[in-house]
């Protein structure tokens, strides 16, 4: 028998391995995905890292998203990388995690706004060099750079077709800023005849290693030296438009370049300033250098839209004047004058219809004598009811109702000594004599309810009532009144 026969069961090292394989996989899942809705500005191959060096070291930088016009006398340098793959195509948005990885295009930008951009701004175009999964996967590997075609369409689209030269490992290219005082300008690149670098690949970054030996051994008086280190640099042949300012014409990094709409300064390998490259040699001295010779002391922006935001400065600005009351006048004379008179005109017609058709506005307080009445009728109406005397109330009500008609028909100025019902039935009787004798009737036939000695039944008083109602409301009706009309 073992003497190592425990109960427990032995561990198997693959288990561990697979393990450690899936929570890696699991991990680059979530970085990946992460890293799709990612602020590019932010990753490896954006420029925010410029941006906050360029503000550390006292220039006015800052990151343009849109939101607000940019001027001509405001902004110095606009920096604008494309990381599009054709600037007149749609972008084709991947259909895995694969093709997202080898994508090379970021976003939709587009020609027409880069060649406005250059011509309306001092602007610094930035050509693609990586893939998408560069800065996901935040490795930079010459299998991720861009394709060449890929680069040539761009420069095609921009008017500055050119052969691309890239490079292997690490590469050094100089940039001599002249300092304050020492000459025209105040820096000047490798490239302007005294002093080409070589091409890409034939420097090392070790500053051990002795220089080419078309390079000056020592910078003119008055300069400095700063050398630019590049991994896998990207390069051009310089076209008849451009003057090299780091690089060679065999071999350009930085370019200022004619597009035929405007200067541009063409930066051919991002990695030179982005957030990446900045750390490399001395790349983060020249950015200072850069920024002193072509920012001219005013912004120097990081842009990151696709709009053109500039103003044109050529185009047609209407003049500005301060407004005053002769503005405000303007609306009343000619041809103002005729709404303001229709208006007038119809707003006395309405008031003149409204006074005719419902009379003078109702108080909404009645006092005096009237009102003083109504109540006394109203507290004896509720004696009445008290004590059981039905038709003497009948007679008191209709009574009442026979002074409001009187009034509504004759006015208030109707002479207050003469009975209402003879007023009410002379008056109908110039234009229904009719519809007079029965309203007499009717006002009769109720007073003799509460002479009678007989006592009149409950029904016999309703049907009366309904009755002097009917005729009450047929006078009103021929007076021009609604029968709704409070009486």
């Known amino acids: 028998m073992s003497g190592g026969g425990s109960g427990g069961k032995r561990s198997d090292p693959a288990i561990f391995i ?40 006292g220039f006015e930088a800052r990151r343009f998203q849109g939101g607000g016009s940019l001027r001509r006398e405001d902004v110095g340098l606009r920096i604008w990388p494309i990381h599009d793959d054709n600037l007149l195509a749609e972008r084709k948005p991947p259909e895995n995690d694969m093709e997202y990885l080898l994508q090379t295009s970021e976003f939709d930008q587009d020609r027409w706004v880069a060649l406005r951009k250059a011509e309306l701004l001092d602007t610094m175009i930035v050509l693609p060099k990586w893939r998408t999964g560069s800065r996901v996967l935040r490795v930079g590997h010459e299998i991720l750079l861009v394709p060449d075609e890929t680069v040539a369409t761009v420069l095609d689209q921009i008017g500055l077709g050119a052969e691309l030269v890239r490079g292997e490992g690490f590469a050094t290219f100089s940039y001599v800023e002249r300092l304050r005082g020492s000459g025209s300008g105040s820096g000047s690149g490798s490239g302007d005849g005294a002093g080409d670098t070589p091409a890409p690949g034939n420097t090392s970054q070790d500053k051990g290693q002795a220089p080419a030996p ?8 008055g300069s400095i030296d700063l050398d630019a280190v590049l991994y896998a640099p990207q390069a051009i042949a310089a076209p008849r438009a451009c003057v090299p300012v780091i690089g060679s014409r065999n071999a350009m990094i930085l370019g200022d370049c004619n597009t035929g709409s405007g200067h541009v300064l063409l930066l051919t390998d991002p990695d030179l300033l982005s957030n990446q490259g900045l750390r490399l040699g001395d790349n983060a001295e020249i950015a200072l250098a850069l920024a002193r010779r072509y920012g001219g002391g005013k912004q120097i922006l990081y842009d990151t839209t696709n709009r053109i935001y500039a103003i044109d400065p050529t185009a047609f600005t209407p003049e500005r004047r301060d407004r005053s009351w002769e503005d405000l006048a303007r609306i009343f004379g000619w041809p103002f004058t005729v ?15 409204s006074w005719i058709r419902y009379g003078p506005p109702a108080r909404p ?22 004590s059981g ?68 039944g409950e029904g016999d008083l309703i049907r009366r009532l309904d009755r002097f109602e009917t005729i009450l409301e047929r006078v009103l009706d021929e007076f021009g009144r609604a029968s709704g009309a409070r009486v």
Do not use: Y
């Not at 009645?366 to 109203?378: H, N, P, Q, T, Y």
């Not at 039905?390 to 003469?418: F, N, V």
């Open 18 to 57: 697979i393990g450690g394989v899936l929570i890696v996989a699991i991990v680059a899942i979530f970085l990946m995905r992460g890293a799709r809705d990612a602020d590019v500005s932010r990753t490896t191959v954006g420029f925010q890292g410029l941006v906050e060096w360029l503000d550390e070291n």
């Open 214 to 221: 078309d390079r000056p051994e020592t910078p003119p008086a």
């Open 339 to 353: 709404i303001w008179a229709a208006a007038i005109a119809l707003a006395a017609i309405v008031t003149w219809r």
């Open 365 to 386: 307080i009645r006092d005096g004598l009237r009102a003083a009445k109504e109540v006394s009728i109203a507290a004896k109406g509720r004696l009445l009811r008290l």
């Open 389 to 456: 005397h039905d038709a003497k109330l009948l007679e008191t009500w209709a009574q009442s109702r026979c002074q409001r008609l009187a009034a509504e028909i004759l006015g208030p100025h109707r002479p207050h000594g003469e009975d209402p019902v003879e007023q009410v039935a002379r008056v109908t009787r110039r234009r229904n004599p009719e519809l007079a004798r029965e309203f007499e009737q009717a006002a009769a036939e109720i007073s003799r309810t509460s002479t009678s000695d007989l006592r009149t």
